[in-house]
């Protein structure tokens, strides 16, 4: 770690700080009128049970073993994911349902729309080929947009133009993409960091901007975790995190950022907050005793190497796990992240707004 004891100890402090602000917004009547959201199993919340071929779901247990019933959904972990987390803390009871449900749903596609969608499809990345080989059968963000594409035209055709608009503009729009794009090329790069990080903003820069044409104006960019502290990646290098892989998530979030600004200066209605979620899971990894974890290396269900199954390794203390998966991380780690997100003024977590703003900004 290059940074600073200070820095540490501050951003530690946030996220502690943090705890206790979590008044959700709902009693304020600040809720944004809709939530929409796109990208990987960090948000995923069922999408992949929908499609038949893929060989990534978390539709059994130990999944979900602390969502309501013990319920495995499609959620990448043991209870609700970050973007769960964020929407209760807008003050939704629900989170917004995965599109592919809803498409097969008999009635109510119409209400449901108006009140936020989930696109996410876990194992899928900003490139429309990540995944495809690994997993079969992914939705890529290219494809996740299309679809809101549709759901656009739906809307309008209830609302009318001049109404959908209105709420286009003030929905909240979480992205969270970028990992598994990142984790294929470190399997096998056969072209420079350099090359590859271009392309890959090029590709993410363009549907971003897709999402603006299509009416988003507020935008709340998750940037990629410390992925190179994942069990799965750990377990190259001796249970160490690989630093080639962290770089290319740190080098992410700052040309995400450089993007996002560029936008905003470019289109006078586009306003965003970007989640640097290296800072913020590097901060639990340097200070997980304080932050009250006891496991931040091995996942709590499976292992390094061995998928999370039922009849496999699970762990008593899930609070006190950091990664429920070679993967994801746990409920706990998410809601951490979530708040921070939400509520924190260190802006080199959250920038230049956290959610919080960002959902009431006219
Ligand atoms: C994914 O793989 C299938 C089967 O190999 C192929 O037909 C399809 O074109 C691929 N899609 C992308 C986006 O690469
Ligand atoms: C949504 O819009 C698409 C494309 O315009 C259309 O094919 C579909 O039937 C619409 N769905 C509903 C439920 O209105
Ligand atoms: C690595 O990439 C090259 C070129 O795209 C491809 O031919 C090769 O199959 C890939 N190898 C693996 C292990 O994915
Ligand atoms: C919202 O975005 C516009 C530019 O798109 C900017 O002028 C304004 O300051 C932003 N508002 C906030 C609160 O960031
Ligand atoms: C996982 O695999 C790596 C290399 O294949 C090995 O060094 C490591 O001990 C394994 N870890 C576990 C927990 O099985
Ligand atoms: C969110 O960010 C704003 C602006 O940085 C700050 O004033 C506020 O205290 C932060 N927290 C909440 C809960 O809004």
New binding site residues.
Partial sequence: MKRGLCTSVLLVLTLVLVEYTVEGLAEENQQPPAVYIFGDSTVDVGTNNHLKDCRTKADSPYYGIDFDFSRPTGRFTNGHNIADLIVRHLGYKRSPPPFLSLINRMSGFQSAILRGVNFASGGSGIFDQTGNVTYIQVVALGKQIQQFATVCSNITKVLGKAKADELLSKSIFIISAGSNDIFEYSENRTVLPAIFMDKLIEAYTTQIEELYNLGARKFAVLSVGAIGCVPKIRALNHGNCVDQVNQLAQAFYTLVSSVLQQ???Q??????SLGNLYEVTMTTILNYLVEGYKEIRTPCCGDANTTCHFGGNLCNNRNQYLFWDMFHPTQVASDTAARVLLFSEATELVN??NIS??AV?P
């Fill in positions: 936008f905003s200066s289109y006078t209605e586009f306003n965003y230049p707004n703003r960002l900004i």
